[in-house]
């Protein structure tokens, strides 16, 4: 392959193509020369010729996608050259759905190289090779797809990735070495015909037809069949993405759990929404695992359940108001005190200036009750229009919600959105001087953002403090396939602050009253090993409840197929030492497609 003269890595310019991708080209002279799909793929993640023209370039087709804002078809090379590290396969993209060609066919191609960055360069995504404006050519049809490549534990390196130039630094430009990192052996194969055999289902199908599997059956397993994430060091290296080339028409409704048995096989892709993607034009048969949804014990008399439940944008005009209800009452068996997430006013995301959220409340205290559940009462504070966050106009708030036959809530007026809670002593006890109240709602932490809500409870005469969170999310972090390596969590900055803030507020509590009962949950978006963790625990202030469970049960969500916690319920010491204390992460949502919520819930029972 001739040597491109590495100033060209330097010459880097960007062309937006539409609002969600961008190319990647190099202001380089057209190339006149034939080359063949491993020297245009060369042995970076970059293509020597991206931004060339190129002419007669050799393949046959393996795939076609006639769908999507990608539309084009995968060519591969079936005399390969000796190297490792050079993908024989290629993505021609045709911008609309492609016309005269087959699969099977033996075709040349001239066009012009490019890098497309699925998700724009500001995502930090990985490019993918790729010939654009294309003339083709057929020479003939009928012809053998080549032989698949087997991914599989045997194959897949154990290290994730190399280390990219400096703290964070791009992958871009180091030569691959698919023996050593998966991350290069997955960009060794880019657009080449590859195949899976009877892998687990990590990540259930989504409504965009897709779900995850790993390569290896054993990596960070747990029990119900999901691959766990642990930490930031010990990446899932087997996760595939898997889509279908014929859309959602045969795609199974997979769980955590169950197996795709069989092969699967197709082009492998690169895609804003999960990095490396086999894109199956055959697919495995769906065998069930016949994961069950988890159901918890019921608090005994003396023991205050307490749990967090992002609900996912619930509003009235939802169908997910039963299947709640009956999650509630019986998965969660009818908690004496539940902080609600994702909790909308009563019309949704229509953007009108409504902020109430009592109808909303209202049909679902009704459709507990209808489900066999208490009768529950509700405690909020709602949010100035438009400035929390979340679906525009939805105006999301948290939510106690709770049974005013076991626990009393202490109500003092004054709360409202703007307003701060503070601490005082009454009867030589901790307070809040308002309840319900929100923590710190003018602080920069919280900018377009949940602000905390707090409330006081008394559970057998004895007071316990809740405060519930939403904290930022995850939006805007650089994926784990990114370019980047290690990649970037901008994210963090936020949460880092509303960790500080709460964990100042329950400090507060707690320098007023030692043995004070306070509970700090809600869907926090960080992981237990974080440092956002770190501060809301400080130096023993609070302890998160999820690290009393086996390292391998601690997720309440699953993401691109890793199972992971983003809820949490952290305690005071005085619950942690008492060892009256029983956590639950209720498994009955994130592992299954037809899921109400993207969360599982949590639940925390002790005796006060």
């Known amino acids: 392959m001739p040597s491109k003269p590495s100033a060209r890595l330097a010459a880097l310019t960007v062309a937006a193509v539409c609002s969600a991708a961008s190319v990647v080209v190099l202001t380089s002279p057209a190339h006149a020369g034939t080359v063949r799909i491993h020297d245009i793929q060369g042995d970076t993640r970059l293509s020597p010729y991206a931004g060339e023209e190129v002419a007669d370039v050799a393949g046959t087709v393996t795939g076609i996608r006639t769908y999507g804002s990608s539309r ?165 290296t087997g996760l595939l993405q898997i889509q279908s080339l014929g859309g959602a028409a045969d795609f199974p409704d997979a769980n955590v759990g169950d197996t795709l048995a069989g092969a699967t096989t197709g082009p492998l892709d690169y895609n804003q929404y999960g990095g490396y993607t086999l894109v199956a034009n055959e697919l495995g048969t769906l065998e069930s695992g016949d994961l069950r949804r ?38 969660l068996q009818s908690p004496d005190i539940v902080s609600l997430e994702e909790i909308q006013d009563n019309n949704g995301a229509t953007d009108d200036g409504t902020v109430a959220a009592d109808a909303t409340m209202a049909k679902l205290v009704d459709a507990i009750e209808a489900a066999g559940g208490p009768r529950y009462d509700w405690r909020s504070i709602d949010p100035a229009d438009k400035a929390d966050g979340g679906q525009p106009g939805g105006n999301i708030r948290q939510v106690f919600l709770f049974n005013p036959a076991r626990v009393h809530f202490t109500d003092r007026a004054g709360g409202d959105a703007t307003t701060a809670v503070d601490v005082t002593k009454v009867r030589g006890k901790a307070a809040l001087t308002h309840s319900p109240g929100r923590v710190a709602p003018a602080s920069a932490a919280f900018e377009d953002s949940r602000k905390p809500l707090a409330g006081e409870f008394v559970f057998r005469g004895r007071t316990v403090i809740v405060i519930a969170n939403h904290f930022a999310s995850k939006g805007g972090d650089q994926g784990l396939t990114s370019q980047y390596q290690p990649p970037a969590r901008s994210s963090e900055v936020q949460r880092h602050l509303q960790a500080e803030a709460v964990h100042d507020f329950t400090a507060k509590l707690l320098k007023t009253q030692k043995n004070a009962d306070v509970v700090v949950l809600g869907d926090i978006n960080d992981f237990e090993f974080s440092r956002t963790t770190d501060i809301l625990e400080g130096r023993g202030t609070l302890w998160s409840a999820v690290k009393s469970l086996p390292a391998p049960e601690r997720y309440s969500y699953v993401y691109q197929g890793n199972s992971q916690t983003l809820d949490q319920i952290l305690v005071s010491s005085s619950i942690r030492r008492s060892g009256r204390l029983s956590y639950d992460s209720v498994h009955i949502n994130a592992e299954f497609h037809d899921q109400i919520s993207d969360h599982d819930p949590q639940v925390l029972r002790f005796r006060p």
Do not use: C
């Open 294 to 331: 988890e159901t918890t014990r019921e608090q005994r008399t003396a023991e205050l359940a307490v749990a967090t439940y992002n609900v996912e944008n619930l509003d009235p005009s939802d169908d997910t108001f039963a299947a709640h209800s009956d999650a509630i009452v019986n998965n």
């Open 72 to 236: 084009g078809f995968w060519i591969q090379d079936s005399a390969p050259d000796a190297a490792p590290a050079t993908s024989e396969g290629l993505f021609v993209h045709t911008g609309s759905t492609p016309k005269g060609v087959a699969v099977g066919d033996a075709v040349r191609v001239s066009g012009t190289v490019s890098e497309f960055v699925p998700g724009g360069t500001s995502s930090g995504n990985q490019s993918l090779t790729q010939i654009t404006r294309p003339t083709v050519t057929v020479v003939s049809s009928g012809n053998p797809v080549p032989a698949a490549t087997t991914i599989d534990a045997a194959s897949v390196p154990a290290a994730y990735a190399p280390s990219g130039a400096g703290a964070g630094g791009s992958v871009n430009a180091l030569p691959l070495r698919p023996d050593a990192y998966a991350l290069d052996h997955y960009e060794s194969l880019e657009g080449m015909n590859v195949r899976v055999a009877d892998t687990r289902v990590v990540g259930a199908t989504d409504p965009y037809t897709e779900l995850w599997v790993t390569v290896k059956p054993g990596e960070h397993r747990n029990q119900r069949g999901g691959a766990v994430y642990g930490s930031y060091e010990a990446q899932n």
